[in-house]
């Protein structure tokens, strides 16, 4: 099985700031990378497929990037609503597309 | 609009039983795949199971394996999960999230997850 960690497992960020999180794969799993983000009591929403590519209404200052093993999302201009939990998912290998432990982002 | 509404989720003693239902409106729920994916309280994302849009492959977590069966029905634009012999580290809200893949030839080039219900809370306690 395909096992993904990420880091760091939490940041703390003030408005404006530069933000960015990584996640690797315990085998390649090309782009085959998925970037979610869920805030409290609320289902998660994907932001970001196939490791970069931008799902739609999703804002411009989230991207992806990477291939293989290591991957990242960055947030270009950490905006008050992008405070929540943020979860890498490889979706390479069944059965299972295995999601990582989570980077929780909160105000500094 | 696109939208997925679980049902279902309840207090039950282990090993006990629990049947979740999954309602899709807004798309041709026929032709996607569909999850569930579960989240322990405080805990993150594990998936559960998986069926693909004709349910002729089917796939399970180890965790749960043997005691949880995925179904749907496409006339009834619906998704099912059969939970048995239920255990406490089965306690979560269950969500269920619509498949979404991208194929060139026979070759998925990108998959995930791009539409999730609300959940619904499944604890297991006696």
């Known amino acids: 099985d395909i096992q993904m960690t990420q880091s760091p497992s939490s940041l703390s960020a003030s408005v404006g700031d530069r933000v960015t999180i990584t996640c690797r794969a315990s085998?390649?799993?090309?782009?085959?990378l998925n970037w979610y983000q869920q805030k409290p009591g609320k289902a998660p929403k994907l932001l970001i497929y196939?490791?970069?590519s931008l799902q739609s209404g999703v804002p411009s200052r989230f991207s992806g990037s990477g291939s293989g093993t290591d991957f990242t999302l960055t947030i270009s201009s950490l905006q008050p609503e992008d405070f929540a939990t943020y979860y890498c998912?490889?979706?390479?290998?069944?059965?299972?597309?295995?999601f990582g432990p989570g980077t929780k982002v909160d105000i500094k | 609009e696109v939208q997925l509404v679980e049902s279902g989720g309840g207090l039950v003693q282990p090993g006990g039983s629990l049947r979740l239902s999954c309602a899709a409106s807004?798309?041709?729920?026929?032709?996607?795949?569909m999850n569930w994916v579960r989240q322990a309280p405080g805990k993150g994302l594990e998936w559960v199971s998986y069926?693909?849009?004709?349910?002729?492959?089917?796939y399970y977590a180890d965790s749960v394996k043997g005691r949880f069966t995925i179904s749907r029905d496409n006339a009834k634009n619906s998704l099912y999960l059969q939970m048995n012999s239920l255990r406490a580290e089965d306690t979560a809200v269950y969500y269920c999230?619509?498949?979404?893949?991208?194929?060139?030839?026979?070759?998925?080039?990108?998959?995930?997850?791009?539409?999730w219900g609300q959940g619904t809370m499944v604890t297991v306690s006696s």
């Open positions: 196939a490791a970069s």
């Open positions: 998912q490889q979706s390479y290998s069944t059965p299972g597309f295995t």
């Open positions: 069926i693909s849009s004709s349910s002729s492959t089917i």
């Open positions: 085998q390649s799993i090309s782009s085959y």
């Open positions: 999230a619509r498949d979404r893949q991208s194929r060139i030839t026979m070759i998925v080039v990108e998959d995930a997850f791009d539409i």
């Open positions: 807004g798309f041709t729920f026929s032709s996607y795949s």
